[in-house]
């Protein structure tokens, strides 16, 4: 066929000449033939052949085929999966976590809820090409405006970084959207965690000893100040789990309970929680009131443990709920009669985080406080629980300065014998 009978043949209904692939079709939308990556035949298509062509009245605003076209052929070009990056985001995080399977049952609950967000909110919907940086932002800005915590957002905006990651690497798109600093777009508007100060310490320990309905729980609180556990470890230890000999408790997991499982048991975090803590006098002195005082226990046991040191009324072994419902009244009818309020948030971590800034002010070495608190990161034992104020980096200061003064008299004390003894020998 002739040249120009072939070009005749491949001009769109205003004259402009088609090229390779394209055609325009009686309704007279236009169409691109292509093949993908995995060598299948494909069709794109649209209204308009190039950017400055109209849509026809009552169709969607959509990109003209030209446009279209650079981006599939620059897809081909970069080996982008032209399947995968139409995922949906929720499809997209299904996946993840499919391949990911074998994590705690907080994890679990944690990936329903974030799910659900995705689910509820019109980011899941989206296909993961389509999905830009403002885009990701923009869904942060959603969350906090619907009430979710400030945390909640952060780790939700950590997961989706994951997943984007993942698809990056399967070649399904170029760049991660939720690669950004999250407090560039929103403030972090959580109530600080503040630890208790010694005096407000002695006094809450004081407080709870001379009060008819809060002395019941002096020792588990003196035993949570004295050994920095976690409040679900707390829940889960058993009397096999104390050496009075050595004086440590062992924690090796820990007691939870929801309302679809009942009461379970877990290993600690990461494998840093598994730890020998050093009991103090004053934990070990509450340890030993507490077996002595314990009674009424019920005969449970959860996934092989039994005999748990601490119980409800009902005689059965408290957890985290039973403990932040205390931790809140107590808080509450200490702040009517004391001048110094407590922090505004006081849960079982708070004596947690307590008990690691007193041992960082009093020097304790970083590596062991670790170890203690069975961080897997030490910056979360250095930058996290440490709180230096000026009071604690005054004092730290002035024993530097006194072991320097120390050094120096002991230097000078050590010439003046070694003079001497020159002189006596002489």
Known sequence: MPRKERDEKRRDSKGRLLKSGESQRPDGRYAYKYMDTFGNPKFVYSWKLVPTDKIPAGKRPDLSLREKVRQIQQDIADGIDPIG?????????????????????GTKKSREQLMKLLSDDKLGAASIDSVKLSDAKEWALRMQEQGVAYNTICNSKRSLKAIFYMAIQDDCIRKNPFDFPINDVINDDTEPKVPLTPAQEE?????????????KYYDEVVILLETGLR??????????????????????HQLLRSTEDGYYIETPKTDSGFRQVPMSAAAYEAFQRVLKNRRGAKAIEVDGYSNFLFLNRDGLPKVAVNYDAMFKCLAKKFNKCHK???????TPHTMRHTFCTRMANAGMNPKALQYIMGHANIVMTLNYYAHATFNSAQAEMERLEAA???TAVAAAETTVENTEETKAAA
């Open 85 to 105: 990056k139409k995922m949906t985001v929720c499809q997209l995080y299904a996946k993840y976590i499919r391949q990911r399977g074998n994590v705690k049952r």
């Open 203 to 215: 006094e809450l320990l004081k407080f709870m000893q001379d009060d008819p309905v809060y002395a």
């Open 231 to 252: 409040i679900s470890e707390l829940c889960g230890l058993t009397e096999t789990d104390l050496n009075f000999e050595k004086r440590f408790v062992n924690v090796d």
């Open 340 to 346: 110094e309020p407590l922090p505004p948030v006081m």
């Open 404 to 406: 320097k003064a120390e």
